[in-house]
């Protein structure tokens, strides 16, 4: 169910029109490819198949400020770590007009700053009225931005928890 209806999905381009978003925990970025290119990689800004790069840079520099990210467009993905690829991931999620963002364990590979850094993100995003699912092991960090808490077991849930009861 996603506001208020009960919602099937053929393909990934149909979550993504109703603004369902996943990044996955093996991030799907294109190493050699630069931060512009992989935002826009199949959703080009094209005029009669020409990229219009400018408008490209321009919106990707505005992407990077709204997740935080002082990279140039230009710089290559493989020039970057792990945690400023995640905030890319995210870009391009606000770029797909993203209402619901489910990340798969997000923290799993960075650093404790980056991790409290990825998770203030995501409270300024609910402030913003964009939801997230956060799929983790950890739950210090699910207590610092959830409002809920499901505990899934053996792929049964086991209790949803109100995260003021659960603290």
């Keep these: 169910h996603f506001e208020g209806r009960e919602r099937h999905f053929k393909s990934?381009?149909?979550s993504e029109n109703t603004g369902i978003i996943i990044i996955h925990q093996e991030l799907a970025l294109v190493p050699l490819l630069s931060i512009a290119e992989n935002i826009f990689l199949?959703?080009?800004?094209?005029?009669?198949?020409?990229?219009d790069w400018f408008e490209a840079f321009k919106r990707t520099k505005a992407l990077l400020d709204k997740v935080g990210l002082k990279e140039h467009p230009n710089t290559l993905?493989?020039?970057?770590?792990?945690?400023?690829?995640?905030?890319?991931?995210?870009?391009?999620?606000?770029?797909?007009?993203?209402?619901?963002?489910?990340?798969?364990?997000?923290t799993s590979s960075l650093n404790e700053k980056d991790s409290n850094a990825l998770l203030e993100l995501?409270?300024?995003?609910?402030?913003?009225?964009i939801s997230s699912i956060l799929i983790t092991?950890?739950?210090n960090e699910v207590l610092k931005v959830a409002d809920r808490i499901t505990v899934i077991r053996?792929?049964?849930?086991?209790?949803?928890?109100?995260?003021?009861?659960?603290k």
């Design 12 to 14: 990934i381009a149909d």
């Design 42 to 51: 199949g959703h080009e800004t094209a005029t009669r198949g020409v990229i």
């Design 122 to 129: 995501l409270k300024g995003f609910k402030a913003q009225g």
């Design 137 to 139: 092991h950890k739950l």
């Design 77 to 106: 993905i493989t020039n970057i770590g792990t945690g400023k690829q995640q905030l890319v991931e995210i870009a391009k999620a606000l770029n797909k007009k993203v209402k619901l963002l489910i990340l798969d364990e997000p």
């Design 154 to 166: 053996d792929g049964r849930t086991v209790d949803t928890l109100d995260t003021h009861t659960a």
